[in-house]
């Protein structure tokens, strides 16, 4: 059964920061391809950011420059190092894992940019 935990939402003032873990169960972790997504009220889901099991990665043009995602395949982790937050960063966060023809997703953390 595959599981996605994520953790490290929470409530942060503009230009703040915030990261994102997300523990996974039940994959074959080092050959998934994991990503964030996230939905924020009133809006579609859309992607933030995605890393493939090389390594590589790829990044909304909205959070390019200020986020950044890694994997640690020994604990079968993924993060999402937030910085520079902005209100319109406002979103349920959302953590998937993916093989071709395949997604899982977690339940999700609210991440609330706010004065």
């Known amino acids: 059964q595959v599981e996605l935990v994520e953790s490290g939402g929470g409530s942060v003032q503009p230009g703040g920061s915030l990261r994102l873990s997300c523990a996974a169960s039940g994959v074959i972790f080092s050959i998934i391809t994991m990503g964030w997504y996230r939905q924020a009220p009133g809006k579609e889901r859309e992607v933030v950011a995605v890393?493939?099991?090389?390594?590589?990665?790829n990044y909304a043009d909205s959070v390019q420059g200020r986020f950044t995602i890694s994997r640690d395949n020994a604990k079968s982790t993924v993060s999402l190092q937030m910085n520079s937050l902005k209100p319109e960063d406002t979103a349920v966060y959302h953590c998937?894992?993916?093989?071709?023809?395949?997604?899982?997703w977690g339940k999700g953390t609210l991440v609330t940019v706010s004065s």
């Open positions: 890393i493939n099991s090389r390594g590589s990665t």
């Open positions: 998937t894992a993916g093989y071709p023809g395949m997604i899982y």
